[in-house]
């Protein structure tokens, strides 16, 4: 009996202290933030995309996205790969100092309103009807043009700007 008791207690020491993925990444982060040179700010609020276990390796292969506020940043992301319970490897894309360069916490078009500046922009001539066909939640929302059957996917993200904004 003691032997099971003491093989049970072994179990729940090693699994209690076993980490995330998530909470390996962000000890990561917060522990090369200045090499990085990003704040603590711009390693708050991330999340993981994808993982992708490699069989053969043990690496596990994690994409994750830099948000502000909820909201993704469009092109900061990073592949990271974990081994182990320890980062083997990570390609730093995320934007330093990412709430000085916010100036807008609310879109400045509709969804619709994009889609129609994105079609007139590379020159489709026929007369669009958009409609939102399927809402995923406040960010995320499927659209149809009325032109074609394969639908639209529409993303809220902040996009930099030329101005560094």
Do not use: C
């Not at 909470?23 to 982060?29: A, P």
């Not at 960010?139 to 993303?155: C, M």
Request: hydrophobic share 40%; aromatic share 8%.
């Amino acid at each position: 009996m003691k032997k099971i008791t003491l093989l049970t207690l072994l179990f729940a020491i090693t699994f209690g202290f076993a980490q995330t993925n998530k909470q390996i990444i962000q000890n990561h982060l917060e522990a090369n933030r200045a090499k990085f040179g990003l704040t603590q700010q711009d390693i708050s609020d991330w999340i993981i995309q994808s993982e992708v276990p490699g069989s053969g390796t043990g690496i596990t292969s994690t994409y994750i996205v830099q948000r502000h506020q909820g909201t993704e940043i469009f092109n900061a992301q990073n592949n990271v790969w974990v081994k182990n319970g320890a980062v083997l490897n990570m390609e730093n894309i995320f934007v330093s100092n990412l709430a000085s360069k916010v100036n807008a916490t609310t879109p400045s078009l509709t969804a619709i309103q994009a889609i129609s500046k994105a079609y007139n922009a590379v020159g489709v001539t026929k007369n669009p009807t958009f409609t939102i066909t399927e809402t995923k939640d406040a960010k995320n929302l499927i659209l149809s043009d009325g032109l074609q059957e394969d639908a639209i996917s529409a993303k809220l993200v902040y996009q930099k700007t030329a101005s560094n904004q």
